[in-house]
């Protein structure tokens, strides 16, 4: 039996260069996919877009949950009406999801603000709720129960594009929505919880960076 020839000092070359272009292909994709955050005016072209269209009252009540909750996508998706009122039919402060709601199956409380219980109290005045355990945003699909983790994320990709705003994405909001408590001096470990995070790390690699985040910074000293 004889022995494979070793790589020669060339081959061993190639399979080197070839690995770290391949792994630095791979970084750089993945940081192009990150999710844009968006500012104030950003948002506001997105919400005078939805204005114009149907299923308006819907549509703006999904944006903004991602928004002003920090909610993944497919949680968004996954909520029923009995998840979010109570037996009066008004929005709860505190959003219950379960193991099979989240991403890493474990349980965890989305504490719902003002703001927020507002939009989605307008959302629900439009909707002519006859069972608590409909999803609480529809689709318009027939037999459908409502959207689903593809279905929403394919929504808000073409959401954002029609609006024209690039780069964003389903996971626009939730990114947005650290960012900006992060901005106003929010403590990661608090940002962990609110996102459902395991590790501070994921926590920080969800913070967009900008120059008024330095600016306040340098304003401490």
């Known amino acids: 039996m004889t022995n494979q020839a070793p790589f020669s000092v060339v081959e061993k070359n190639k399979r080197i260069n070839n690995i770290d272009i391949a792994t630095l292909y791979l970084r750089k994709n993945t940081m192009s996919k990150k999710a844009k955050t968006l500012n104030e005016r950003e948002l506001r072209r997105v919400l005078d877009y939805i204005a114009t269209r149907k299923h308006n009252a819907r549509n703006k009540a999904m944006l903004m949950t991602t928004f002003l909750s920090g909610m993944r996508v497919g949680e968004v998706a996954s909520l029923r009406f009995k998840d979010v009122l109570d037996v009066e039919h008004n929005v709860q402060r505190e959003i219950r999801l379960t193991p099979e709601m989240t991403k890493g199956s474990e349980a965890r409380i989305v504490f719902v603000n003002e703001r927020l219980r507002k939009e989605l109290q307008n959302y629900i005045k439009s909707v002519n709720l006859q069972d608590l355990n409909q999803k609480l945003f529809y689709s318009q699909k027939r037999a459908s129960?409502?959207?689903?983790?593809?279905?929403?994320?394919?929504?808000?990709?073409?959401?954002?594009?029609?609006?024209g705003v690039d780069g964003a994405s389903s996971h626009s909001g939730r990114r947005t929505f650290i960012t900006?408590?992060?901005?106003?001096?929010?403590?990661?470990?608090?940002?962990?919880?609110?996102?459902?995070?395991?590790?501070?790390?994921?926590?920080?690699?969800?913070?967009?960076i900008n120059d008024n985040m330095l600016r306040s910074a340098v304003e401490l000293i």
């Open 145 to 163: 129960d409502g959207f689903t983790a593809n279905t929403l994320t394919q929504y808000f990709h073409y959401l954002y594009r029609r609006a």
């Open 180 to 208: 900006n408590l992060a901005s106003k001096g929010v403590s990661v470990r608090v940002l962990m919880n609110l996102a459902g995070h395991k590790s501070i790390s994921t926590t920080q690699a969800y913070i967009d």
